[in-house]
């Protein structure tokens, strides 16, 4: 004897023939205090945790730092030698943490490893760990001739001094390149509503590489009390015009994202969002700023106050860059719990096409 299967409250009575009959209809969810699908969510949680954050925002300040090192060494000639091997220094130590973060997140090192074995363009993951392979090799290697050049290593400066720099360098701006954009389309390729309903999730990932990598080697600059106006030429606008960038992109996925982009905005994510958008604001017009407020004659005379504010400066930036990924990480946590956002985002449409003959040509 069967036993009977009990009626889904408030949806049972939906027949197959009303269900033919509007095949785009998604059933509204029930009064949270009834139990049936319709309010469970249909979407996995995302298992990353504080690891990928870290990971997102260390490979975009690494590959901000190798390009603006690169463009450096191109454009800038003898004036700018030093702004070169100070970026690919940064560039490497900000990159050694990132296969660390990323074998902790996968659980086995062994998974890295079998993710070399194939080369799947078509994985964002499979492409990435590639990318990441490549840009750790050019990146090590133009440290290494930086450092050579410095005389810091020893014997071995003289012949590692000599290496092809402007070749190695170009070689490796392609596997930058595509660390800058990487975890915007990892994020884009998932099926969570907030990541994968616009286009620019990848813009606001390469802007704010630009943005990071200037930061950080203005942070440096200025905790080794070196500063040049031509170096402050390359780096204020790439800056400034990076920051600008990020906020528009980032403007511009939330209002692409529609109704699945309120997470991103709302409760505990939005006060995180204002915070970025605040300490971005800040490093600008606050202590970062404040030798152009200075009289000349005033600002030779107070040159520690000057350089407490670039670092100041240079931190707020870094830390708006953090909070900004590591809120667009963890919203997808909440975007899963937004059950009718998910609804409406698997819908059928002409850029998606589905059941239904919806965008078929």
Same mark, same amino acid.
């Given at each position: 004897?069967m036993a009977?299967?009990?009626?889904?409250s408030?949806?049972?009575?939906?027949?197959?023939?009303e269900?033919?009959?509007?095949?785009?209809?998604?059933p509204?969810a029930?009064?949270?205090?009834e139990?049936?699908?319709y309010n469970?969510?249909?979407?996995k949680h995302?298992?990353?945790?504080?690891?990928?954050?870290w990971?997102f925002?260390?490979?975009?300040?690494?590959?901000?730092?190798?390009?603006?090192?690169t463009?450096?060494?191109?454009?800038?000639g003898?004036?700018?030698?030093?702004?070169?091997?100070v970026?690919?220094?940064?560039?490497f130590?900000a990159?050694l943490p990132?296969?660390?973060?990323?074998?902790?997140d996968?659980?086995r090192?062994?998974?890295f490893y079998?993710?070399?074995?194939?080369?799947?363009p078509?994985?964002?993951?499979?492409?990435?760990s590639?990318v990441?392979?490549?840009f750790?090799?050019?990146?090590?290697?133009?440290?290494?001739?930086?450092?050579?050049?410095?005389?810091?290593l020893?014997?071995?400066?003289r012949?590692?001094?000599?290496l092809?720099v402007?070749?190695l360098?170009?070689?490796?701006?392609?596997?930058?390149l595509g660390?800058?954009?990487?975890?915007?389309?990892?994020?884009?390729?998932?099926?969570?509503?907030i990541?994968?309903?616009?286009?620019?999730?990848?813009?606001?990932?390469?802007?704010?590489?630009?943005?990071?990598?200037?930061?950080e080697?203005?942070?440096?600059?200025?905790l080794?009390?070196?500063?040049?106006?031509a170096?402050?030429?390359?780096l204020d606008p790439v800056?400034?015009?990076s920051k %600008? $960038?990020? +906020?528009?992109?980032?403007? !511009?996925?939330?209002?692409?994202?529609g109704? *699945? /982009?309120?997470?991103?905005w709302r409760?505990?994510?939005?006060?995180?969002?204002?915070?970025?958008?605040?300490?971005?604001?800040?490093?600008?017009l606050?202590?970062g700023r404040l030798q152009?407020?200075?009289?000349?004659k005033?600002?030779?005379?107070a040159?520690?106050?000057?350089?407490?504010?670039?670092?100041?400066?240079? %931190? $707020?930036? +870094?830390?708006?860059?953090? !909070?900004l990924?590591?809120t667009?990480?963890? *919203? /997808?946590?909440?975007?899963?719990?937004d059950?009718?956002?998910?609804h409406?985002?698997?819908?059928?449409?002409?850029?998606?096409?589905?059941?239904?003959g919806?965008g078929a040509?």
């Open positions: 004897m009977s299967q009990p009626a889904v408030g949806q049972a009575s939906l027949g197959v023939s269900l033919t009959a509007h095949p785009l209809r998604v509204t029930a009064p949270p205090t139990l049936n699908y469970i969510p249909f979407l995302p298992t990353w945790k504080w690891e990928i954050a990971y925002f260390l490979e975009g300040v690494a590959s901000g730092c190798y390009l603006l090192g463009l450096a060494g191109r454009l800038g003898s004036r700018m030698r030093h702004l070169r091997n970026a690919h220094e940064m560039a130590l990159f990132c296969p660390i973060l990323l074998i902790k996968l659980g090192p062994e998974r079998h993710m070399l074995r194939v080369f799947k078509g994985s964002p993951m499979n492409l990435g590639w990441l392979s490549g750790g090799g050019f990146a090590g290697i133009t440290f290494l001739q930086a450092a050579g050049e410095d005389g810091k020893g014997p071995l400066s012949p590692l001094s000599r092809p402007a070749a360098e170009l070689a490796g701006v392609p596997f930058a660390m800058t954009g990487y975890a915007g389309a990892l994020l884009a390729g998932t099926s969570v509503p990541w994968n309903q616009s286009p620019w999730l990848s813009a606001v990932f390469v802007s704010g590489a630009f943005g990071s990598g200037a930061s080697l203005k942070l440096e600059l200025a080794r009390n070196q500063h040049n106006s170096w402050s030429g390359l800056e400034r015009g %600008l $960038l990020e +906020l528009l992109f980032l403007g !511009l996925h939330l209002k692409r994202s109704r *699945a /982009g309120r997470p991103l409760r505990r994510r939005g006060l995180m969002l204002l915070g970025a958008l605040a300490a971005t604001v800040a490093s600008e606050g202590p152009r407020l200075l009289p000349a005033q600002s030779r005379q040159p520690e106050r000057i350089r407490a504010g670039r670092i100041a400066g240079a %931190l $707020l930036a +870094l830390g708006a860059a953090w !909070l990924r590591w667009l990480v963890h *919203a /997808g946590g909440d975007a899963i719990e059950i009718a956002a998910s409406a985002a698997s819908r059928p449409s002409h850029a998606a096409p589905g059941w239904g919806v040509q």
